[in-house]
């Protein structure tokens, strides 16, 4: 089965620096994700993303979050100077547009 | 804002038992419903789902039960086995009422354990 693809595995940043994390998509895929789940909690959707824009972000992503496609294959979220409570694990998810969505196997930021 | 509920943190069962893990969700916008099992440093897996048109889809041991009148549903297990043992994810979208098709999202609850003893 095809799968999304997430790198890295695990990222270890000092509070305030900036990271980016990487997905890349299933092929045919048009429609792409961000979740995130803090250690216990649930999973949380933080932003979708569709034809080159952002088409729906939640309350956890503000402006020190983005979202980009500038290869056209690579999906990434960058945080521009993350703070401690970003520690969660990071879910890339990507969809056709229609019923289920595949998820990566996450990446885990932790922020010292 | 819980739309989506998962009031049983763990379940424990035994091998060969059948598991019923429920969900409850708020939000009467919801028409599609999914169930994601994760075991740890994965990510969630797609397990089954119903559309809200139905109120029962079974895919081998897997059943989902939906009770729109309730907002309810369930998945049931039969015969539970120990690798089944992960979080169970259950999830809500709006799908028929999304905006051009480009705001498709989930919802997700927090998840129950589910330990299928040996």
């Known amino acids: 089965e095809p799968e999304v693809t997430q790198t890295p595995s695990h990222q270890v940043t000092q509070m305030g620096q900036e990271v980016i994390l990487r997905c890349v998509p299933i092929?045919?895929?048009?429609?792409f994700y961000w979740y995130r789940q803090i250690l216990g909690q649930k999973v949380e959707f933080l932003v979708s993303?569709?034809?080159?824009?952002?088409?729906?972000k939640s309350e956890i992503f503000d402006d020190q979050f983005s979202v980009e496609r500038p290869d056209g294959s690579n999906f990434t979220l960058k945080i521009r100077s993350t703070k401690l409570e970003d520690s969660a694990m990071y879910f890339c998810?990507?969809?056709?547009?229609?019923?289920?969505?595949?998820f990566g196997s996450g990446t885990q930021l932790s922020v010292l | 804002d819980q739309q989506v509920k998962q009031n049983s943190p763990s379940l424990s069962v035994q091998e060969g038992r059948i598991s019923i893990l429920n969900c409850d969700y708020t939000?009467?916008?919801?028409?599609?419903f999914l169930w994601y099992k994760k075991y740890p440093a994965e990510g969630p897996t797609f397990l089954i789902s119903?559309?809200?048109?139905?109120d029962k889809n079974e895919d081998g041991r897997f059943t989902v039960f939906l009770n729109k009148s309730a907002k309810h549903l369930s998945l049931h297990i039969v015969p539970s086995q120990p690798g089944d043992s992960a979080v169970y994810f259950c999830?809500?979208?709006?799908?028929?009422?999304?905006?051009?098709?480009?705001?498709?999202?989930?919802?997700f609850g927090k998840g129950t354990l589910l330990t299928v003893n040996p």
């Open positions: 999830a809500a979208s709006a799908w028929g009422r999304r905006r051009g098709g480009s705001n498709y999202k989930l919802t």
């Open positions: 939000n009467s916008m919801f028409d599609y």
């Open positions: 119903i559309s809200s048109i139905k």
């Open positions: 998810a990507t969809g056709t547009g229609w019923e289920k969505l595949f």
């Open positions: 092929s045919n895929h048009l429609y």
């Open positions: 993303f569709y034809n080159n824009e952002i088409s729906e």
